[in-house]
């Protein structure tokens, strides 16, 4: 059997991989991935280009190293591969993330931020909390779900949305479907996007849905930046009507240097940094995901976080 890798590795990470598949021969391309490499492989365990991959290709699994695998369901894949992802690595990092960035803008610690340059001794004014807030969360896995965790922790009321599925998280107050969406967004101080891309989310948050958000909530996106119309928060920020957005991804992305969400006062921005292997952990759990899914593909087993290649979610 022939495994291309293709995430980065240490030494331990290559022995791990190699110690889940000793028969098999392994090659690793970090960088500089081809078609040769390609159409070698048997299995593959990173990313690379869509345009490299080919339908005609004997790849029989494919494991990424991200969460979103929305360049890769459209059929680029050979009919009967196998697509997995990452879910499971990222929610530690990305959730972090959300929450310093809520309470940042919660706490206007950005704005303090700001004006620290100038020196000036400013007060900018009351703060809210995070406590006996109502905060919206929209996707439950990995990334929601460990939000979700730590928005209950800090007193909020949460409300967990999801396409499908009765089973009530015990992290979330309530459990609705994203039918029912445009119902509970009248009453969310805050609304955290988990998505992935798919036909199905782009452009859920367009100017119309933004509108029906509660006046002075603050939207959260890491999901994918095609969800959010980039416009229509620009405008929804500048009238007041949201107090605040934490981004890290956006669209277009990368976010043009003259792009108005630039110069917005309450956004804060990231280029795309929550997850990949910013936080050292992040990169283990990937890796140990990977050498697991790897034996069992060995051995002929069911392997974790199997993508549906209609919905671009893991199956359930």
Sequence with gaps: MHVLVTVETKPHHRALLEAAAPQAEFVYKEQGADRADIAWADVLLGNVSPTLLRPTDALRW???????????????????????????????????????????????????????????????GPVRSAWNSTVLVLGLGDIGGAFAKR????????????????????????????????????????????????????????????????DG????????????????LCAALESGKLAGAGLDVTDPEPLPADHPLWKQKNAIIT??????????????????????????FCAGKPLRNVVDFETGYRKL
């Design 62 to 124: 494919m494991q990424t190293a991200s969460a979103g695998v929305d360049g890769y369901v459209h059929g680029c894949l050979p009919e009967n591969t196998v697509l997995t992802n990452a879910t499971g690595a990222y929610g530690l990092a990305i959730s972090e993330y959300m929450v310093a960035v809520w309470l940042m803008l919660l706490k206007k610690l950005h704005g303090y931020r700001d004006a620290q340059p100038t020196g000036a001794w400013t007060d900018l």
């Design 151 to 214: 928005a209950k922790s800090l007193g909020a009321k949460v409300i967990g949305v999801r396409r499908a599925g009765v089973d009530k998280p015990d992290f979330v107050d309530e459990l609705i479907h994203t039918d029912r969406l445009d119902a509970y967004l009248p009453q969310a101080d805050c609304v955290a996007i988990t998505l992935p891309g798919t036909a199905q989310t782009q452009g859920m948050f367009d100017a119309a849905r933004i509108a029906k958000m509660k």
């Design 217 to 232: 909530a603050i939207l959260l996106n890491v999901g994918r930046g095609t969800i959010v119309d980039s416009m229509a």
């Design 271 to 296: 280029p795309h940094v929550s997850g990949g292997f910013h936080l050292a952990e992040t990169h283990e759990r990937i890796i140990r995901i990977m050498a697991e899914n790897l034996a069992a």
